[in-house]
C-alpha cells in the first residue's frame, strides 16, 4: 500500500525496524482477540514484523516526527467491495486521539481510492474504548453477535465464548459526514 500522512501520523507497511513498537504492544494483550497474536521475544516480533511488511491488510500506524510504531489497522476484503477493519494500539499511546486520527485516514483511502461500499469491525462487548472509537468514528452499531467467538478458556478448558457487537458504515454515510 502506498503511505498515508495525516497530521501527526504515517500508515504504512510494516518493517523489520518496527519490531520494537510492534513487540511493545503485542507482549501482553489488553483484548481477548489479539491474544493469538501475542509475541514474546524480540526475535519473534522481528520475524512477525518482516511478515506483515509484504501484507496490505496490516497496516502500521506510527508517528510522523519520529516514525516510532504505536499501533496498527487492519483491513480486510471482501468481495466485491466490503472491508472489514481493525485496530490494536499500544496503551502508552492513548488518550491522544492517534486511533480516531489514524482509522479515519483508513476509511478515507478505504471509501475513495480501494472503491470501498462498506467497512464492518467486530467488537466485543467489554471492549469499550473500541466501541467509543466506532461510534466518535460515525459508525453504527448493527447487532450483537450472542456467544459469537471464543479466543480463550474457561478455568475448566471449555471455550469462553464472547458477545460481540458490529459496527459498520456505509460510504454515502460517510458522504454525508465527511461534508457537514
Known sequence: MRSIETKRLILRNFSAADAGGLLEYTANPRVNCFRDQHLSSLEDAIKEAQKRSGDDSHIAVCLKESDALIGEL???????????????FNAAYEGKGYASESARALMEYLFIEKEGRRLYAYVEDDNFRSQKLCEKLGMRKEGCFMEFISFVKNEDGTPKYENTFQYALL????????TK
Do not use: A, H, R, V
Open 74 to 88: 487492519f483491513c480486510m476484503k471482501e468481495d466485491p467491495d466490503t472491508f472489514s477493519i481493525g485496530w490494536n
Open 171 to 178: 460510504k454515502k454515510e460517510w458522504l454525508q459526514q465527511t
